[in-house]
């Protein structure tokens, strides 16, 4: 994981004490992960109807496998981003806000890769149930390579560019 010292921060803005940028900080990660859990509970929600629906019993082995890892993935990313709220009403008022904060992000990153890895597997799942075969691998593939791509490489690069420019 990038250590906090590791990065770069922007100073925080006019008037605002370190409590007060920490605070923010912690609002707007809060509110990015409520944005993840609500796409990784429908998906989790409807993984966990699917083996009592009439047609489950036609998946084959490769499907029920590709069900399996998605629903467990989608199930550690949904501890992942709720566990930030969680963990925020055990510890209000302990002053222990920062910690939280960088912990919560690191959930965050951990978070995203499961959910990446449940779609990518629900992908295949879908795609292997309706044409059987290559498909499902290409489909399921791109889908792992886009949210790897736009969710990690972009702002890795990101990253790595900066810290050459400082």
Not at 92 to 103: D, I, S, Y
Request: charged letters at 15%.
């Amino acid at each position: 994981m990038i250590q906090p010292e590791e990065v770069r921060t922007e100073p925080p803005a006019p008037g605002e004490s370190h409590k007060e940028r920490v605070d923010r900080e912690l609002t707007e990660l809060l509110q990015g992960l409520r944005v993840a859990v609500t796409g990784v509970q429908v998906l989790f929600a409807f993984l966990l109807t699917l083996p009592f629906s009439a047609g489950f019993g036609k998946v084959d082995t490769l499907g029920r496998w590709l069900f399996f890892i998605s629903l467990l993935s989608s199930a550690f990313a949904s501890v992942c981003f709720i566990t930030p709220a969680a963990q925020h009403r055990l510890l209000f008022r302990t002053g222990l806000k920062e910690r939280m904060l960088h912990r919560a992000n690191e959930l965050g990153i951990v978070g995203a890769i499961a959910l990446a890895v449940a779609m990518t597997s629900a992908v295949a799942l879908v795609t292997e149930t309706v044409i059987p075969g290559w498909p499902a691998a290409v489909f399921g593939g791109a889908v792992g390579l886009l949210s790897a791509w736009l969710w990690f490489g972009q702002p890795m690069i990101d990253l790595y560019r900066d810290k050459d420019v400082s």
